[in-house]
């Protein structure tokens, strides 16, 4: 058994069209699978968000258009995005895996996370899902089908969606039997199907889990040694975009709050890339740390050539 690693993939790095995706998987699966050849044991998260809105705006216009097509809820287009980014993903690895010779299996499991139905973020949505449009389209979007949009980081306008905090992943024994057979497992997808306990079972929500911190949980739970989180830069910095920018090495979790009392890490995106990292570290037994770095650069970072390590 190597050192085991949770390794958290951006949605935005996976494409916007199934036929984009397929491309990028390529890219995504050679470092994966460079972490594998080094000896570690690779568990991948990944999110979702331009995915399952893409996929549930067609499905939104389908059924109003007519012609019998049924109406899909949230969480089944969340499940529908597990199924084909994990088929990409697993895919691409296996492929990359056999070009080089290394005898593992991938798998993807389609996973279920359990939120709690008064999560405060059910009453204020944030999660951005979906393309990004311009304040006209925005406008007209939300008054037809009632959908939340904000503007995000000058790129456009983005419907949000509530983003409740990961309780228990609850197929956590199967990841962890296939994790222990030397499976690399793809698992949380999207940050995980979102899904309340009820008197009849597991209900699926409409929400969207930040796959940080499921995949964070999902560390804290399998007690990897580590947990990546891969991202559009190589390092985390404060006084981001600013003459006075600095790249950071490492932070402490002391060193992490006072980054935040700061606002050094804006909300949509480095904020909870940091918190998910601060998690892991804070009840991780065995002395594990959290690194945010690039997909490019995940070996370099592991090495400690580039990243952001964030230690206790």
Do not use: W
């Not at 959908?147 to 983005?158: H, I, N, P, Q, W």
């Not at 956590?172 to 995980?192: F, H, N, R, S, Y």
């Amino acid at each position: 058994m190597g050192e085991r690693i949770v390794v958290a993939l951006g949605g935005n790095a996976l494409g916007k069209t199934p036929e984009e995706q397929l491309a990028l998987v390529k890219n995504t699966a050679n470092p994966i699978v460079d972490l594998v050849e080094k000896g570690y044991d690779v568990i991948i998260g990944h999110g979702n968000g331009p995915q399952v809105g893409m996929i549930n705006l067609a499905m939104e216009f389908a059924n109003t258009r007519g012609g019998g097509t049924p109406y899909m809820p949230f969480p089944e287009c969340g499940a529908m995005t597990q199924g084909y980014i994990g088929y990409h993903l697993q895919q691409a690895i296996q492929e990359e895996l056999k070009n080089r010779g290394i005898d593992k299996q991938c798998a993807t499991v389609v996973t279920q996370v359990v939120v709690d139905e008064k999560d405060p973020g059910f009453q204020h949505p944030t999660k951005p899902v979906g393309s990004f449009y311009t304040k006209e389209e925005a406008e007209e979007i939300a008054a037809e089908k009632g959908f939340t949009f904000v503007e995000d980081a000058g790129r456009g306008y983005r419907r949000v969606v509530p983003s409740p905090v990961p309780k228990r992943i609850v197929e956590l024994k199967v990841i962890e039997k296939l994790v222990d057979a030397g499976v690399i497992v793809i698992t949380v997808g999207g940050g995980g199907i979102p899904v309340v306990e009820t008197s009849e079972g597991l209900k699926g929500v409409a929400a969207v889990i930040d796959k940080d911190r499921a995949s964070s949980l999902l560390a804290q739970d399998l007690n990897a040694d580590r947990l990546i989180i891969l991202t559009a830069v190589d390092q985390v910095s404060i006084n981001f975009n600013k003459p006075d920018q600095i790249e950071l090495d490492s932070m402490t979790l002391d060193e992490c709050e006072r980054y935040i009392g700061e606002n050094q890490f804006a909300p949509g995106s480095m904020l909870p890339k940091v918190q998910s990292c601060m998690e892991f570290v804070r009840n991780n037994d065995s002395g594990g740390t959290a690194l945010i770095t690039s997909l490019s650069r995940a070996a370099d970072a592991l090495e400690g050539r580039t990243g952001t390590v964030i230690k206790k």
